[in-house]
């Protein structure tokens, strides 16, 4: 492994802390998005049960929040391989990939969780709610495909030159 000043022998713990972040973040969104929409699912579960089948969307479009930030995870963890140099430069844009899926992983499962717990208590008692409430949805769950997109972008720009 070349070590020069663009290459310095800590740049791919940068790197990692994008994985890290990806991961972790998106995963937190997501995690909040499905306890709090669950909370209002299981508001209404004593009440309508038939309604719960089509009230677990909020908790489907959580989930789908970490599945971003773990593709964003691999698509970094790829171009980290100790035989090969790894820029600095490489792994600053590596982090910044991984925290932007990461924060707009979580600020979107937050969104998730808001909208799916309050959507999903006033759908018990007007069903007419319920496309309001998954067009809410769907905008939120757009936040964490904006830093997706953002992620995507940022990695194709990565290249490691260690001259």
Same mark, same amino acid.
Do not use: W
């Given at each position: 492994? +070349?070590?020069? #000043?663009?290459?310095?022998?800590? +740049?791919?713990?940068?790197?990692?802390?994008?994985?890290?972040?990806?991961?972790?973040?998106?995963?937190?969104?997501?995690?909040?998005?499905?306890?709090?929409?669950?909370?209002? $699912?299981?508001? $209404?579960?004593?009440?309508?049960?038939?309604?719960?089948?089509?009230?677990?969307?909020?908790?489907?479009? %959580?989930?789908?929040?970490?599945?971003?930030?773990?593709?964003?995870?691999?698509?970094? %963890? @790829? #171009?980290? @391989?100790?035989? @090969?140099?790894?820029?600095?430069?490489?792994?600053?844009?590596?982090?910044?990939?991984?925290?932007?899926?990461?924060?707009?992983?979580? %600020?979107?499962?937050? +969104?998730?969780?808001?909208?799916? #717990?309050?959507?999903?208590?006033?759908?018990?008692?007007?069903?007419?709610?319920?496309?309001?409430?998954?067009?809410?949805? $769907?905008?939120?769950?757009?936040?964490?495909?904006?830093?997706?997109?953002?992620?995507?972008?940022? @990695?194709?720009? +990565?290249?490691?030159?260690?001259?």
């Amino acid at each position: 492994m +070349a070590t020069s #000043d663009l290459c310095p022998p800590f +740049a791919p713990f940068f790197g990692l802390a994008g994985v890290a972040s990806a991961v972790v973040l998106s995963s937190l969104g997501a995690a909040y998005g499905t306890a709090r929409a669950g909370v209002g $699912i299981a508001g $209404i579960g004593a009440f309508k049960p038939e309604l719960m089948m089509k009230s677990l969307i909020p908790v489907v479009m %959580a989930g789908i929040i970490a599945v971003y930030g773990l593709v964003v995870g691999v698509l970094i %963890a @790829n #171009d980290l @391989n100790p035989a @090969n140099p790894y820029s600095l430069f490489a792994s600053f844009v590596h982090l910044g990939a991984g925290l932007s899926t990461g924060l707009a992983g979580l %600020a979107g499962g937050y +969104a998730i969780g808001m909208v799916g #717990d309050a959507g999903v208590r006033s759908y018990l008692f007007q069903p007419r709610m319920f496309v309001g409430m998954v067009l809410i949805l $769907i905008f939120a769950e757009v936040l964490g495909l904006y830093g997706l997109i953002v992620s995507l972008i940022l @990695n194709t720009k +990565a290249k490691s030159v260690c001259v």
